[in-house]
């Protein structure tokens, strides 16, 4: 048995065919065909076997996902909805590209009548998740009235079939006030320790996130990392 190893491991295009059947099963693993209602947020950094972080929408609806810049919102985001019903707001024309949206809307009037159209529709057929982009910007900029949609829209779109996911830099007060109807919370690596509480709801156990990694609570809690997009 020992020499058998050997000669394999001596062998680079064993050696290759390993890796590569290696690489298949954590794929295979990776991309298991979740249900329309289920987003793949990332996979446990402490597994061998990269383990998915999957949320049910229909058990924890609506999802807030805050950090700063450059730390993955989108691009975890960008993985979960792909072959997902996706309505995209306030978005830059570079984000979400690999994404196929109903619509993708950055005018200011558009979306105060997109919202009232989803506030006023029925119920969806397949699970229908509207994107919302630098959140916050919109309550910066006074934008009230699509403010006060959102909320409404929040109120009642678990029942339509409709999850909304808002994406923010920042953990302001203004944004995370309606916390309460976001049944799942993704925070990436934020300065201030105490900016996790207020998005997550939580104090996570001590510890300093790599870039890519996010503090997430659904039906459980813990430490997620981002799939690379190109895979």
Known sequence: GGMIAAEILNNEDAVDF???KLRSYRKDKLLR???????VLGYDPFSYDRTPIIADMYKNPHMPVSGPSQQGKSSMVEYALRGRQSIILN???????SLDPIERITDYEEMIYILGELINAGRSKEPLYVVIDEMLQLVIDGKKKVTELIMKLLAKAAHQNIFIIGITQSSEKEVVKCKHLFNTRVCFRVVDDSSYKVVLGYTPDEQILLPRHFYYLTDHKGVGCTYDLSL
């Open 18 to 20: 390993i890796k590569n």
């Open 33 to 39: 065909e979740p249900l329309q209602n289920e987003l």
């Open 91 to 97: 978005a830059i024309p570079d984000n979400f590209s």
